[in-house]
Every structure is written in C-alpha cells, then in structure tokens.
C-alpha cells in the first residue's frame, strides 16, 4: 500500500440539484452509471450514490437501487458502493429499504441538526435501527457528522457495539444553519476524533463553495476527501462543473500538491476494512 493514500469519494447525484441547477446532474439509472464510471476513470474509489424518480424528485425505492447497484458493478468493477440513508429521500423506516442490498457501505447520521430550511431528523430510535441494518447485512456505515456532538455519538455507538468495526467518520462542513466552513472547528473535529476514536480514518465534505476549501484541508491534514455535483456544481463563481469526473480531477490535482497518492479501490477497503470486491 502507497503511504497514506488519500480515498475520494464521489457523491454523484444527492436529493437536491437539478439539471436546471448544472445539465450534468445524473438523474436516471443509467446518467447515473454513466457519471460514476468517468469519475471512478478519473480517481474515486467510492461511490456516494442516492436515486431520483424521473422528473427529478428523490426517492428511496429498492428496486432503483439495485438497478444502480448492478450497473456500477459492472462498470466500476471494484469501487465501493455506499448508499444514501438521507430524510430527503425517505421517511422513517424507508430511509433503510435498500440496506438488504447489502452495499459496502451506507451513510449514517447520528444526530439531529438544522438544514437551510428545516430540522435534518435523526431521532435515536431510527438511528438505532438503521445502525442494526446495517449490522445485519453488513454495511460499513460512515457516520456523517454535521455537528460535534456527532462524532461523540458515534463514539458511544462504537463502545456499545452498535457500529461493528472501526467507525468511518465524515465532517460535513458548510449546509446552512448548521456547521459552517471554518479552520478552528475542522482541526478540532480531528482532535476529537484523535481524543475517542484514535484509530478511525476520517474525510471531510464541504458544501458549496466550501468544497474546494474542505478538499484542501482535508488531503493536506492526511484525512480523505469527498466531492461531487451533490454538494456544488460548480467549479468556480462562473463556471459550472462539467461532471463528476471534472471535480474528482480537481482532488487529484490536490492531492498531487500535497505529495499524497490516490488510493485504489483494493487500497481504499483495506483502509477502511471492507471486504474484498466480488
């Protein structure tokens, strides 16, 4: 293994952007596959996916995400499959339908916090359940931490066995009203992690225009770095990204700077203790 790789994830849809917002949103199944496949080409390693329905709206149908789940399969043999638990796409229980899937991995919020224009709801009992989903057809969950207290949260999981393994934990960084993009709260955030989950990687997410910012931080603090058209579609004030794969490039570049390799898929599940591709 190359010395501290850095593994880019790539979110490649998300609930919210539209082809109004940048043209190069994937939307159906097969944009989807299409997407992913020029940014695993360009250096991701994993795949943050959600599904749409056709006019755009999220969803949290099973059959989508094994139709997706099949596709990336076949056309990104290797890279890690890591499915969206978010409450834009689902209510409840539903927020989990795919997890018998069985992808590598799933997102996990821990907690509750604000979102630009309502309570993001993470209430224990669904946290709980999910966690014990994704136990049950072992899913790795990354726990992603809007806001301190949540990798504290997840820090008492993993004591209580509620998350098996090594938790995997994500700093997002800039969603209005919540955590914004700021250098004080992201060196603490890896103090934290240093202080009750020493030996846990971590990687960082920013939103927006903080996601070039986050993506410097992060690969120049030896933590990992996610990107992608769900959380900006742009590459600066003026230009919109052309894809996924464009701003997969642009931690590439990042990580070039930095002196760090981009790690391969077999790298990434060893990091992040995953079982070997099928």
């Known amino acids: 293994m190359s010395q501290n790789p850095c593994i880019i994830c790539v979110a490649i849809t998300g609930s919210v952007p539209q082809k109004a917002d940048n043209p190069a949103v994937p939307i159906?199944?097969?944009?989807?596959?299409?997407?992913?496949?020029?940014?695993?080409?360009?250096?991701?390693?994993?795949?943050?996916?959600?599904?749409?329905?056709?006019?755009?709206?999220?969803?949290?149908?099973?059959?989508?995400?094994?139709?997706?789940?099949?596709?990336?399969?076949?056309?990104?043999?290797?890279?890690?499959?890591?499915?969206?638990?978010?409450?834009?796409?689902?209510?409840?229980?539903?927020?989990?339908?795919?997890?018998?899937?069985?992808?590598?991995?799933?997102?996990?919020?821990?907690?509750?916090?604000?979102?630009?224009?309502?309570?993001?709801?993470?209430?224990?009992?669904?946290?709980?359940?999910?966690?014990?989903?994704?136990?049950?057809?072992?899913?790795?969950?990354?726990?992603?931490?809007?806001?301190?207290?949540?990798?504290?949260?997840?820090?008492?999981?993993?004591?209580?066995?509620?998350?098996?393994?090594?938790?995997?934990?994500?700093f997002v960084m800039g969603v209005k009203n919540a955590m914004p993009v700021d250098r004080e709260t992201f060196d603490f955030y890896i103090q934290t992690m240093a202080r009750l989950l020493p030996e846990s990687p971590w990687c960082a997410a920013g939103i927006g225009a903080g996601q070039l910012t986050i993506n410097e931080w992060a690969v120049a603090a030896g933590g990992h770095a996610r990107c992608g058209l769900e959380d900006n579609v742009r590459l600066d004030k003026t230009t919109l990204a052309p894809s996924n794969a464009a701003l997969v490039t642009r931690v590439v570049d990042i990580c070039a700077k930095h002196d760090r390799t981009v790690a391969s898929t077999a790298e990434a599940r060893k990091i992040l203790g995953l079982r070997p591709a099928a």
């Open 28 to 170: 159906t199944v097969s944009e989807q596959v299409e997407s992913t496949h020029e940014a695993f080409e360009a250096g991701a390693s994993i795949c943050h996916a959600h599904v749409r329905n056709d006019d755009g709206s999220p969803s949290s149908d099973p059959e989508k995400f094994a139709r997706l789940k099949e596709g990336l399969e076949t056309h990104c043999p290797g890279m890690i499959l890591q499915f969206s638990t978010g409450g834009r796409s689902g209510a409840g229980k539903e927020r989990g339908g795919h997890l018998p899937l069985s992808p590598d991995m799933a997102s996990l919020s821990v907690g509750s916090n604000n979102f630009p224009s309502r309570v993001y709801e993470n209430p224990p009992d669904l946290v709980d359940w999910l966690a014990q989903e994704m136990l049950t057809y072992d899913v790795k969950p990354e726990i992603e931490a809007f806001d301190l207290s949540h990798i504290h949260q997840a820090a008492a999981m993993f004591a209580k066995g509620k998350i098996a393994q090594t938790p995997y934990v994500q």
